[in-house]
């Protein structure tokens, strides 16, 4: 199977492929595909209504470029980064975006009451103390942000950008606070973000609700989610965010596009320590809920 090193856009590559098919394609069992997508987020099929995965042709050759890069002897985590960054991505999620280009990152399983203190604990810490920082929220539903709206306008008033997105019926003018509407299609409509970009406090954590969950009461949805403190983390999901909102029409201000091109410094190996106690109390808080 040959890889165009592109991928199609959504029309020209429908996901329409049932995972026994990409299976019989690829020669990767149907555990291991599932296996890959729950560890490091790819591929990241569509959903049907009933839960169910549909792929696209372009996963296949990306897969197929893993298994490449497997036999050429390249660990598996190194493999889907070489054949990732032989096509260039066109995000429509942040929470499959971040999965792709850190695979390492560890996902969670949160009720959303312990996803909000979470978000909260961050706005508190990094969003309100941190030094001219680039701030996004994705809060799925408009009603859901016009709670947070008075906080977030406060948090906005000492950032060099704020961008939120939800199902607005139209997308606010220029400001330090830009309202963008999502898609009725996009995956966005299922997605819980919060980006800190700053050189100070940089955080960020993207969540998506797992599907089926319409008769569970609000408080205990449940999300999977990941999170980092690391710099260049928070970067990927700040440039993730920038490139929806600019495809929803807003217009990148220049000394943003600046800063975002730049590479953020890797984060520290105390850093990297703190991040691991974090991820175990994670955990730990994930199965009280």
Not at 119 to 140: K, T
Request: hydrophobic residues 40%; positive net charge; glycine residues 8%.
């Amino acid at each position: 199977m040959k890889s165009t090193g592109r991928s199609n856009p959504a029309g020209d590559d429908p996901a329409v492929l049932p995972i026994g098919e990409v299976s019989r394609r690829t020669g990767i069992p149907v555990a291991g595909l599932r296996n890959w997508e729950q560890r490091y987020g790819l591929p990241r099929p569509a959903r049907l209504p009933n839960g169910r995965r549909r792929y696209r042709e372009s996963d296949c050759a990306l897969l197929a470029e893993v298994l490449r890069g497997r036999a050429q002897g390249l660990s598996l985590a190194a493999a889907m980064a070489h054949a990732l960054a032989a096509r260039p991505l066109q995000d429509s999620s942040i929470f499959a975006g971040l999965r792709r280009r850190h695979p390492g990152l560890h996902v969670h399983v949160m009720a959303k009451a312990l996803l909000l203190a979470l978000s909260h604990a961050i706005e508190d810490e990094c969003c309100a103390r941190a030094q001219r920082p680039v701030l996004m929220g994705c809060f799925q539903q408009q009603r859901f942000y016009r709670q947070a709206r008075p906080r977030w306008a406060d948090l906005a008033r000492t950032a060099e950008q704020t961008v939120v997105f939800a199902d607005f019926g139209r997308r606010s003018g220029p400001g330090p606070l830009v309202e963008i509407p999502i898609p009725g299609g996009s995956p966005l409509r299922r997605e819980w973000a919060l980006i800190c970009d700053a050189p100070d406090h940089p955080a960020c954590l993207a969540a998506w609700e797992r599907p089926g969950q319409e008769p569970s009461p609000d408080p205990d949805r449940t999300f999977e989610m990941v999170w980092s403190v690391d710099p260049q983390v928070v970067r990927s999901a700040v440039r993730i965010g920038a490139s929806l909102a600019a495809a929803a029409g807003f217009q990148i201000p220049a000394p943003l596009q600046a800063r975002l091109a730049e590479d953020a410094r890797p984060g520290s190996p105390d850093l990297r320590r703190a991040s691991g106690l974090l991820e175990r109390t994670f955990d730990y808080l994930s199965r009280l809920g």
